[in-house]
């Protein structure tokens, strides 16, 4: 799979978890936040959260099922979880934390269980989705550093070839020619310095 | 990585411009002032979020989980240019933090920061000495200008 193709794929699914409302214009601030010393930021952040989201949820349900429910404690879990919702950009669980937190104010057990459950669904597949999304973001980078080493490996051969003229002209008692002379030509520098090299032979 | 979107530009409550933003133009607004701030927040990726957008722009930002951590720290001797407080913390609440920060003569900005905007929650902490109070999540729109604010 080419590495075009890949980065394709990558900037498809990621439009499209914006073009369908599970992320917003947060989950770019937390991407204008990963650079070179935290590089990884973005799959970070979104596993901690997925990682304090379960607990939180597993809270919740607890709560509910508690009797009599407790209102306070559960507008207490739902305010942590609408919060951390928020700040990754998770639109679509958000929206669905607003509406358990009406029910919950008005102390409404049933609009509470329902709610809830929109919430998990709406949780469960963000997770799913953005798994996806950084396996593919994750074999998009695998080859493009592949490319980038080989590209540094071939240009580093073709230095050591060239150097490697230098050393088998001075050999041979030639007038010295510098590389750095002929730097400019750049292809042409093969073709001459092979040229002096086989005249050189020939006068042997 | 990186979206291939232009930074977000903040506008400033004073509709000030928001030059030096512009990331594709390869600079990204810093504070020009050595700054300092103290995120207090119970809930760990808020806490993580808010201290890398605060040190994305140069402000030397440490962070704690409660209300009596921050008390604690700053009674310690530590000042800081920017405290952000959740609302919702255990045991001591975010007004009550102000409230003792504030107790303790630090001149601090202090922000309330809630996950559910209330009026009566943004009152009490109005009340309790804050500067400010708002939803989150944090944003360059709203960081920015008090960067700006408090560099100057």
Redesign the interface.
Known sequence: MDRNHLKRQV?LM?RSLFDQGYLD??F???????DDD?PN??E??VT??FN?SARLLQNIEQALVSVPIDFARLD?YM??F???S????AKRVKNE??RF?EYCTAGNAEGCFRTFVQVKQEHAILRTKLETYFQA?ISF?CVFVLVIFALTYICLLFCLYLFSWQDKLDHLGLQEVKLDDYMDEGGSLIIDLYYKYDKAHMIE | MGAAVDHVTAMGMSGGSAEGNDKSQGQRFSCKSKLTALVVDNGGVCRAIQTALLRSYGVDTEAVETGEAAVELIASGATFSLIIIEMLLPFMNGPETAKQIRAMGSQSKILGITAFFDERDQQEFLAAGADDFIEKPLSPEIVIPIIRELDN
């Open positions: 900037d990621k214009e947060q770019i601030q937390l991407e204008e936040l990963q935290n930021f973005v970070e952040i901690l959260f304090d207490n305010h942590q609408k919060g951390s928020s700040s990754i950009g934390c607003t937190k973001y980078m």
